[in-house]
């Protein structure tokens, strides 16, 4: 990753950590990837907090499954929804999240 450039490891940072928090707690992702990005990014010279940060805002971009997170399992639980309505929205929601960040 050292001859790669920043924007493009950020956002391959970006959507593993947001698609892998859908089946993952979010916690345990954000404290597992972010000890290993900061010495990424000092290999690659450049400031670990422009990983860091965007990581550990993607972290919290679970939206899909109702594993994800409780309030996910909380709305799933009344019945109202099935699993394909919410990979549908939570799908968008993961890709806006992306794009924003």
């Known amino acids: 990753f050292t001859d790669w450039d920043p924007f493009i490891v950020v956002l391959i940072v970006v959507i593993l950590l947001c698609f892998l928090t859908e089946v993952t707690s979010n916690v345990t992702t ?9 010495p990424m990014a000092v290999a690659m010279q450049i400031n670990p907090l422009l990983l860091m940060i965007p990581a550990t805002i993607s972290c919290s971009l679970a939206f899909m499954l109702p594993v994800a997170t409780a309030p996910n399992t909380i709305v799933f639980g009344t019945g109202r929804l099935n699993i394909t309505d919410m990979i549908k929205s939570g799908f968008l929601l993961n890709i806006f999240g992306i794009i924003v960040l």
């Open 30 to 38: 954000a404290e597992i990837m972010l000890p290993m990005l900061g």
